[in-house]
C-alpha cells in the first residue's frame, strides 16, 4: 500500500470542504506520514504551502544582482522550500511521492512591481522581459515553453508605478511543480524595484 489518509482535522471555511490530512509512504507507519491541505471539492487536490519566507519577498532595488539571474544566486536569495500544514520541511522523498500519485500540479506567483515587467512588456518588446521558473524536474519554465502559464492579471505590464502580476502554472504534469527559483529580467534602474509572493501547490488527477 502507498498512501493512507489518516486523522483528518476540518479547517473553518464557509465554501469548500477542506480538510488536513496526513499522507503516508506506507500504510501503517506514522514516522515517515507529512501532513497536507486537501480539498475534497477541488476534485481531490493534496496541496503544500511554501516556506514562510518565499510567501511574501518584499519590494525592493536588489542594488548588485545582475538582471537576468536565478533568486536564489542573490546575496539574500535561496531556491524556493515547501513545507508541509504541520510547518516542518518536506522531503523530497515525500514530494516525489506525492507527485507519484497525482497527474496534474497547479501553483501560483504573484509578481510585485515597480516600474517593471514581469510577463507582456506593452512598449513593444512582447514578453523578453517576463520572468523564467526554475521546475523542481530541473527544466526551466518560460513564456516561450511552457504554454500553461497564464497571467490572470497583468498589471505590470505598463512598466508604470507600482502594480502586480498574477501568474497560474497549471501543469498537465505533476513532476513539473513544484517552482524552485525564478529569474526576474526587468530591474536595475533607479526607479525599478520586484517583489514576489510564491503561492501553494497543489496536485491533482
Known sequence: MLTQVRRPQ???????????????????????????????????ETCLHPDKKFQSVRLAGWKGEKPGSWYSTFRKGKQFSYSSSDGLPVHVVQLTFLKLLSATAKQSFTYHCLNSAGWLDTAGVGHRRALRFRGSNGEELTHENA?????TY???????????TVLVLDSPMSETLPILDVAV????????????????????G
Open 10 to 44: 476540518p479547517v473553518h471555511s464557509t465554501e469548500e470542504k477542506r480538510l488536513s490530512c496526513y499522507l503516508s509512504l506506507f500504510n501503517e507507519s506514522s514516522t515517515d506520514s507529512f501532513k497536507v491541505f486537501c480539498n475534497f471539492t477541488a476534485q481531490g
Open 147 to 151: 504554454h500553461y502559464i497564464d497571467a
Open 154 to 164: 497583468d498589471g505590470c505590464q505598463t512598466r508604470s508605478g507600482q502594480e502586480r
Open 185 to 204: 529580467s526587468d530591474f536595475g534602474n533607479g526607479n525599478q524595484k520586484f517583489g514576489f509572493q510564491v503561492g501553494p501547490v497543489c496536485y491533482g
